[in-house]
């Protein structure tokens, strides 16, 4: 009954491949975003969904294309993988007001480790 | 700008003894702010969270204090427990261009020494 669900759980490539990362939820929340856990702990915000719709957009590489089929899904792709987007990726969601302005949590996946040798 | 400062990065305390994390923050039109606690190896999950209208929240062993005018809030663990020890984020709303994020202070790594 996991409520953010993310796979895989690790991930471990070369420089220059393609890797994609899934995540669901089942919460019936609106919003979905990625965030990057880089090895100092920071939790950097990346991209953010509402409702199958692109909100946020950090300054992210455009490598990192993320993809929302619906509203209950965010995947993540990433194209040329580099040694510095070695990181934990974490999927998170949270209910959306409707207006804008937030004042709900943000429920989290249990994470991707990716490693890039 | 947008930043969420949080102090210190690292904590140590007694078993049984009180942890105080504060965070700063910018944007004076937030108005959620969230605490995390991340177990080694897993996710954040949140234990406490408060609004812009309340000045002081309590859970159990868990409050936190919200100073608006200073843009700072607190979280307070009282009679610490070993399993209290993990890393601790405190989070804030920011409104950017007609939507919201969270911006995350970098975390106090919190060990509480039986």
């Known amino acids: 009954d996991t409520a953010v669900s993310q796979t895989p759980k690790y991930l471990v490539t070369q420089m220059g491949n393609d890797k994609s990362i899934k995540c669901e939820q089942n919460l019936g929340h609106d919003t979905m975003y990625w965030y990057k856990q880089d090895s100092k702990k920071f939790l950097k915000i990346m991209f953010s969904?509402?409702?199958?719709?692109?909100?946020i957009n950090e300054t992210v590489p455009n490598r990192f294309s993320p993809k929302s089929p619906d509203k209950a899904h965010l995947n993540l792709h990433i194209n040329s993988l580099e040694l510095g987007d070695s990181a934990v990726y974490f999927c998170?969601?949270?209910?959306?007001?409707?207006?804008?302005?937030?004042?709900?949590?943000?429920?989290f996946g249990n994470g991707t480790r990716l490693t890039v040798t | 700008g947008e930043n969420v400062e949080q102090h210190p990065s690292t904590l140590s305390v007694q078993e049984g003894d009180s942890a105080v994390i504060k965070c700063t923050y910018s944007d004076s039109a937030s108005n959620y702010f969230p605490w995390y606690k991340q177990e080694l190896g897993k996710r954040p999950q949140l234990i406490i969270d408060i609004r812009s209208n309340v000045g002081e929240k309590k859970d159990q062993r868990i409050a936190v204090t919200l100073n608006k005018t200073a843009k700072h809030f607190s979280l307070h663990i009282t009679e610490t427990q070993p399993e209290d020890s993990a890393v601790y984020f405190c989070a804030a709303s920011i409104r950017t261009s007609g939507t919201y994020k969270y911006i995350f202070g970098t975390g106090t790594r919190l060990k509480v020494l039986a």
């Open positions: 969904y509402n409702n199958k719709e692109l909100i």
């Open positions: 998170a969601s949270s209910q959306d007001t409707g207006t804008g302005w937030s004042r709900w949590p943000l429920h």
